[in-house]
């Protein structure tokens, strides 16, 4: 798969918005966003709760269903190496909530009931 296509149309999409004058004034678009998140977040959460109310058992193991040539062994470092990457990220995303805003500890709670909504949306989709 190519991701050339995709970075190109990220690019384009950061130049169309870096035009927009007055882009400080736009914090109701964070509020859309924050609700487009939770939103799809919880459809996620309710098809994981959903299917594994259907199959009447937790599915979900660490080596998956069988893939062609792909090894157990190959599975679990991929499984991995994603739980480093997302080790990665998450060490960066309190810079973000520092930038923001200082002084109210609020917002800092508020991110970590996100994230661990997030965070229980992908358990349950997993073992789903």
Do not use: C
């Amino acid at each position: 798969m190519n991701a050339y296509p995709y970075m190109i149309g990220f690019g384009i999409a950061e130049i169309l918005l870096s035009q927009i004058p007055g882009f400080d004034q736009l914090h109701w678009l964070s509020l859309v966003a924050a609700v487009m998140s939770f939103t799809y977040s919880s459809i996620g959460l309710g098809l994981g709760i959903g299917k594994v109310i259907e199959n009447g058992k937790i599915s979900g193991s660490l080596t998956g269903i069988s893939i062609g040539t792909v090894t157990q062994t190959q599975k679990i470092w991929k499984s991995f190496q994603a739980l480093g990457d997302i080790a990665f990220a998450y060490s960066f995303s309190m810079i973000l909530v520092e930038i923001q805003v200082r002084a109210n500890i609020i917002y800092i709670y508020i991110y970590f009931a996100a994230y661990s909504f997030h965070l229980l949306t992908l358990y349950i989709g997993y073992v789903g």
